[in-house]
Structures are given as structure tokens and as C-alpha cells.
């Protein structure tokens, strides 16, 4: 089993910035794709950014410019960098991890998600 588990959520004024972690427990496993997606309330969790064991990124239009991924792939983490944070940031931000298996076989994981407040 491989559980993430994000961290560095919380409540921020409009044009602050947060960092969010994640990282997976477990031996014996890579991640080829880390990315971070969010749920607003009421709406549909959707991709914030990603990045690829190959080094591509690929951000929302909405976050481009202000939020930044990366990954330390040796200790299974996942980062994002929050800047110029706006209201419609609002949201909780979940931790994706993509495990490789035998052949091409792959296993998604989820973390719980750590909740971001913008708001003055």
C-alpha cells in the first residue's frame, strides 16, 4: 500500500503564498507521475499541476505563472508553491501519486487533502 499524506494547508491573505507537501510511505516503490489537483465547494476536483518522472510539468491556466511543482522522487514527495494567492484558490488540494507495477500496469493514489483558505 502506498498512502500520501499532504501537509502546509491553511488560511492565507489574498497575495500570499502557502507550500504544500506531500509524501508516500512505503518501501519497495517509484512514482512516475506526481501531481496536485483541488475541490472547490460545490465543484469538480480538477487538475492544479503535475510532473512527470521525465521532468515535464503541466499547470492550469489559472495557476500558470502563480504556482510552481516539484518533487524530490528519492523521498517520495511532492511539492507546491503557492504565490500571489487569490480567493478562487479556495479550495481542498489533494496529493496524486502514479506507481508503476509489472508491465504497464499502474496504481493511482490519492492522499485526504489538506485544506487552502484565501481570504482577507
Known amino acids: 500500500q502506498v498512502q500520501p499524506v499532504e501537509s502546509g494547508g491553511g488560511l492565507v491573505q489574498p497575495g500570499g503564498s502557502l507550500r504544500l507537501s506531500c509524501a508516500a510511505s512505503?518501501?519497495?516503490?517509484?512514482?512516475?507521475?506526481m501531481g496536485w489537483y483541488r475541490e472547490a465547494p460545490g465543484q469538480q476536483r480538477e487538475l492544479v499541476a503535475e510532473?512527470?518522472?521525465?521532468?515535464?510539468?503541466n499547470y492550469a491556466d489559472s495557476v500558470k505563472g502563480r504556482f510552481t511543482i516539484f518533487r524530490d522522487s528519492a523521498k517520495n514527495a511532492v511539492y507546491l508553491q503557492m504565490n500571489s494567492l487569490k480567493p478562487e484558490d479556495t479550495a481542498v488540494y489533494f496529493c496524486?501519486?502514479?506507481?508503476?507495477?509489472?508491465?504497464?500496469?499502474?496504481?493511482?493514489?490519492w492522499g485526504r487533502g489538506t485544506q487552502v483558505t484565501v481570504s482577507s
Open positions: 512505503g518501501d519497495s516503490f517509484s512514482i512516475s507521475t
Open positions: 510532473s512527470t518522472s521525465g521532468g515535464t510539468t
Open positions: 496524486k501519486m502514479r506507481v508503476p507495477r509489472s508491465g504497464t500496469y499502474y496504481t493511482i493514489y
